[in-house]
């Protein structure tokens, strides 16, 4: 179980923007490159200025917005035809890239390890790429949980609300980490095991 499964009513709630940004000229790749910049633009502000814990309270701001303007990018794409193989590579990439730009700031609160961190975001980036994996076995795009990209915009969203209130986090940061980390290693499981079985019930060895 993923909060991926609850985006069909996150997009019926959008669609009413979506046509409106169509309207406007506004494409899907546009949205998914606009995204990915923003992303690594907030990161590196954050970790400029380490000493304003305050901004870490922008991050979930952001992911909130981010998982809005992924379910846009992908609307435009489908409902209006502005799907492409160009397309599909840069939601995948930014994706990749946002991700791991967000979640680096963490590795340099006060008690995080920063080698558990990178573990996540190495984990994570492993996570979309076994979900990927789906496709070349000729199995569908795997989104299975338990710690999917949307997961962890809760968990990382959760944290950086933490920080910037300056709740002392110090003595349990790590086995938050340990805990991502465990979650997104049985999800790049449960992706290669899902996909493979998808993949056996067409009839595909």
């Not at 160009?86 to 008690?111: M, S």
Request: net charge positive.
């Amino acid at each position: 179980m993923s909060i991926y499964a609850l985006k069909p009513r996150f997009q019926a709630l959008l669609r009413p923007l979506v046509q409106q940004l169509y309207a406007a000229g506004v494409t899907a790749n546009q949205v998914t490159v606009a995204a990915c910049v923003l992303s690594v633009a907030l990161a590196l502000l954050v970790i400029a200025y380490p000493q304003r814990q305050w901004l870490f309270m922008l991050i979930p701001l952001w992911l909130a917005l981010r998982m809005a303007l992924n379910a846009i990018d992908g609307m435009l794409a489908r409902e209006f035809g502005q799907a492409s193989a160009l397309g599909a590579c840069l939601n995948e990439l930014g994706d990749v890239i946002a991700d791991a730009a967000l979640y680096l700031p963490f590795a340099f609160i006060a008690g995080s390890n920063p080698w558990l961190v990178a573990t996540v975001i190495l984990l994570a980036m492993l996570s979309e790429f076994a979900g990927i994996l789906g496709i070349t076995v000729g199995a569908s795009r795997r989104y299975d949980g338990p710690m999917g990209k949307s997961d962890r915009a809760v968990v990382f969203g959760v944290m950086g609300l933490l920080v910037g209130m300056s709740v002392p986090l110090a003595t349990y940061v790590n086995w938050i980490w340990i805990a991502v980390a465990a979650l997104t290693l049985l999800t790049i499981v449960n992706r290669v095991r899902c996909a493979l079985a998808e993949s056996n019930a067409k009839g595909i060895s």
